[in-house]
T-cell receptor, first 113, second 109 residues
Framework: DGGITQSPKYLFRKEGQNVTLSCEQN?????MYWYRQDPGQGLRLIYY???????QKGDIAEGYSVSREKKESFPLTVTSAQKNPTAFYLC????????????FGPGTRLLVL | RKEVEQDPGPFNVPEGATVAFNCTYS??????FFWYRQDCRKEPKLLMS???SGNEDGRFTAQLNRASQYISLLIRDSKLSDSATYLC??????????FGQGTTLQVKP
């Protein structure tokens, strides 16, 4: 089945800890995106990558880092510098054409202990 | 002013009702418009794209008014399964999508 997978579904972070969220797609999409969603709010863009080995900051990149070593994979690290990391994290992808919709993975819910 | 604004609701309607959501956007250069549906604690899924001429998909009708910079979604004959949050999404010709905060619909028996 073609699609986007994210793991884990739930993740708990201790104070001062870095955690990495996985996002994989087998849709042969060039572009991948990371969003954060807080209760009652729309999605906010953290980072995006339009091609392998290249990525750009979105609107709320502080405290996060990414890598894009493979076309299929776009992991997001939530660092200890992110002071309010509790949120629903969504990964998306598309071919990268302008005006194209995006397809989302099932999300990872991050909670701080 | 937010780039994309929606009335958060909730809209509580009986089964069979017709309900309409509006969304306004600030960037007049925006080229693409979408409605996504998001169920509780799930990922957003594309409901329909919005075309300049308006478009219909079964019970759902989307309209675009470029002059007034708003998009609408009309749902006819509401079903219980239509209960969800509806996200208005705009692509302001930057390759990035801008999401509204969503409008929550609750259809009651």
């Amino acid at each position: 089945d073609g699609g986007i997978t994210q793991s884990p579904k739930y993740l708990f972070r201790k104070e001062g800890q870095n955690v990495t969220l996985s996002c994989e797609q087998n849709l042969n999409h060039d572009a991948m995106y990371w969003y954060r969603q807080d209760p009652g709010q729309g999605l906010r863009l953290i980072y995006y990558s339009q091609i392998v080995n290249d990525f750009q900051k979105g609107d709320i990149a502080e405290g996060y880092s990414v890598s894009r070593e493979k076309k299929e994979s776009f992991p997001l690290t939530v660092t200890s510098a992110q002071k309010n990391p509790t949120a629903f994290y969504l990964c998306a992808s598309n071919r990268g054409d302008s005006q194209e919709t995006q397809y989302f993975g099932p999300g990872t819910r991050l909670l701080v202990l | 002013r937010k780039e994309v604004e929606q009335d958060p609701g909730p809209f509580n309607v009986p089964e069979g009702a017709t309900v309409a959501f509006n969304c306004t956007y600030s960037n007049s250069a925006s080229q693409s418009f979408f409605w996504y549906r998001q169920d509780c604690r799930k990922e957003p899924k594309l409901l329909m794209s919005v075309y300049s001429s308006g478009n219909e998909d079964g019970r759902f009708t989307a309209q675009l008014n470029r002059a007034s910079q708003y998009i609408s979604l009309l749902i006819r004959d509401s079903k219980l399964s239509d209960s969800a949050t509806y996200l208005c999404v705009v692509e302001p010709n930057t390759g990035k999508l801008i999401f509204g905060q969503g409008t929550t619909l609750q259809v009651k028996p």
